[in-house]
């Protein structure tokens, strides 16, 4: 036990090459209480996860792990996550002031997810362990069909800032199409309005991905003629793909992962 312990707290090094399979609880043995060290272990495991998550180092993961629930839980309802939302929308704020220019042709345009972009989904995942549970489907829309959302701190006020830039405002969500009026009465009723479209995925369409249809419909208005400035998404699926933008601002998100 001893050495299984030594073999974790010199461990820490690794834990970016294995922390998709990896669980902290099997490495250091159930049953044995834990110690200050190991508790800052776990923190330190969390927080790495996390950073890695953020990253874009770990991919594909399906539930937070066991461990790191109560950490991710802290985070997503902290100060901490607020700040680092409101210090991404200064930078958005400070590129657009320094880089913008109007072209005076109605085609600057702007691009905003919605999942822990415009409307908060951290009040779901706070009945489902913050992510610690295995996403479910239809469980996800009856929440959102509710349109009870909160939004997401300081982002009504970016929003707005972008739209009196005279940039248009483009919603590219991966919610299906739906849920369009729930979505849209609930962005009306926490502060959003003035936006150009509201994109929502089709049932039947056939992109393989979260991000091969978002770049897909980046990609249509491009053809229109449009000029994409900047992307806020939750997700790197919301910003990566063939067609981007100038600028690409990712917000934290460490509840769950989409393709
Ligand atoms: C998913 O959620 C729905 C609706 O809440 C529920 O009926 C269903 O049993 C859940 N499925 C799983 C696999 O948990
Ligand atoms: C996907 O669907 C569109 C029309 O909905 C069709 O034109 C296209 O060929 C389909 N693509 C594939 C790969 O099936």
């Given at each position: 036990?001893?050495?299984?312990?030594?073999?974790?707290?010199?461990?820490?090094?690794?834990?970016?090459?294995?922390?998709?399979?990896?669980?902290?609880?099997?490495?250091?043995?159930?049953?044995?209480?834990?110690?200050?060290?190991?508790?800052?272990?776990?923190?330190?495991?969390?927080?790495?996860?996390?950073?890695n998550?953020?990253?874009?180092?770990?991919?594909?993961?399906?539930?937070?792990?066991?461990?790191?629930?109560?950490?991710?839980?802290?985070?997503?309802?902290?100060?901490?996550?607020?700040?680092?939302?409101?210090?991404?929308?200064?930078?958005?704020?400070?590129?657009?002031?320094?880089?913008?220019?109007?072209?005076?042709?109605?085609?600057?345009?702007?691009?905003?997810?919605?999942?822990?972009?415009?409307?908060?989904t951290?009040?779901?995942?706070?009945?489902?362990?913050?992510?610690?549970?295995?996403?479910?489907?239809?469980?996800?829309?009856?929440?959102?069909?509710?349109?009870?959302?909160?939004?997401?701190?300081?982002?009504?006020?970016?929003?707005?800032?972008?739209?009196?830039?005279?940039?248009?405002?483009?919603?590219?969500?991966?919610?299906?199409?739906?849920?369009?009026?729930?979505?849209?009465?609930?962005?009306?009723?926490?502060?959003?309005?003035?936006?150009?479209?509201?994109?929502?995925?089709s049932?039947?369409?056939n992109?393989?991905?979260?991000?091969?249809?978002?770049?897909?419909?980046?990609?249509?208005l491009?053809?229109?003629?449009?000029?994409?400035?900047?992307?806020?998404?939750?997700?790197?699926?919301?910003?990566?793909?063939?067609?981007?933008?100038?600028?690409?601002?990712?917000?934290?998100?460490?509840?769950?992962y989409?393709?």
């Open positions: 036990m001893m050495r299984t312990r030594a073999v974790f707290l010199f461990l820490g090094f690794y834990i970016g090459l294995v922390a998709g399979d990896w669980n902290i609880l099997g490495f250091m043995g159930s049953k044995r209480e834990e110690d200050t060290a190991v508790a800052a272990g776990r923190k330190n495991y969390c927080e790495s996860w996390r950073m998550v953020e990253l874009n180092n770990i991919r594909g993961f399906e539930v937070v792990p066991d461990e790191c629930v109560d950490y991710v839980g802290r985070y997503v309802t902290s100060t901490q996550y607020e700040v680092d939302v409101q210090l991404a929308a200064e930078e958005v704020i400070l590129f657009l002031a320094h880089t913008f220019q109007l072209g005076g042709d109605g085609k600057d345009a702007w691009v905003f997810d919605v999942n822990d972009v415009l409307l908060s951290v009040p779901y995942f706070k009945q489902r362990q913050f992510g610690g549970m295995k996403r479910n489907a239809s469980a996800f829309e009856a929440w959102v069909k509710e349109a009870d959302a909160p939004a997401v701190a300081h982002m009504v006020h970016l929003f707005h800032h972008i739209r009196t830039q005279g940039l248009k405002v483009f919603i590219l969500s991966s919610r299906a199409d739906y849920l369009r009026e729930a979505t849209v009465d609930n962005l009306i009723n926490v502060g959003y309005h003035g936006w150009t479209e509201l994109i929502l995925r049932p039947e369409d992109y393989s991905s979260a991000e091969t249809y978002k770049a897909a419909e980046r990609e249509k491009v053809h229109e003629g449009y000029r994409l400035w900047g992307i806020v998404g939750s997700q790197w699926s919301s910003l990566g793909g063939y067609t981007t933008a100038r600028r690409i601002i990712k917000l934290p998100n460490p509840l769950y989409e393709y």
